[in-house]
């Protein structure tokens, strides 16, 4: 199993920036993929970065390119999204996430993921 964390959501101005932070436990060979997945009111879910761990890869969504970074640690026990010239329709509930071998990494993308932390906020409003 995995377990994640998540930490650092709040509110911030529009063109603001914000880090958010996952703390990452557990038998970590169970997944090949991990980032951040997040719910946005009124929408479907939708990934917004990932790392594919067998060649540390990085997908983003494309409405956050350029203004969203995902990285790890160097022990990849934490993953942070740094996030750049936030809008308010990045409003959501951020979740970490992370996906287990076999699953094309546009699953991810597309909001699907074996093993989820509990989710932050991250509000961006004036």
């Known amino acids: 199993q995995v377990q994640l964390v998540e930490s650092g959501g709040g509110l911030v101005r529009p063109g603001g920036s914000l880090r958010i932070a996952c703390a990452v436990s557990g038998i970590t060979s169970h997944y090949q993929a991990i980032g951040w997945i997040r719910q946005v009111p009124g929408k479907e879910r939708e990934g917004v970065a990932v790392?594919?761990?067998?060649?540390?890869?990085?997908y983003y969504q494309h409405s956050v390119r350029g203004r969203f970074t995902i990285s790890t640690d160097a022990a990849k026990k934490t993953v942070f999204l740094q996030m750049n010239n936030l809008k308010p329709e990045d409003t959501g509930v951020y979740y970490c996430?992370?996906?287990?071998?076999?699953?094309?990494?546009?699953?991810?993308?597309?909001?699907?993921?074996?093993?989820w932390g509990q989710g932050t906020q991250v509000t961006i409003s004036s």
């Open positions: 996430a992370a996906d287990s071998a076999g699953r094309p990494t546009q699953a991810f993308m597309d909001g699907a993921a074996d093993f």
């Open positions: 790392i594919v761990t067998v060649d540390e890869s990085q």
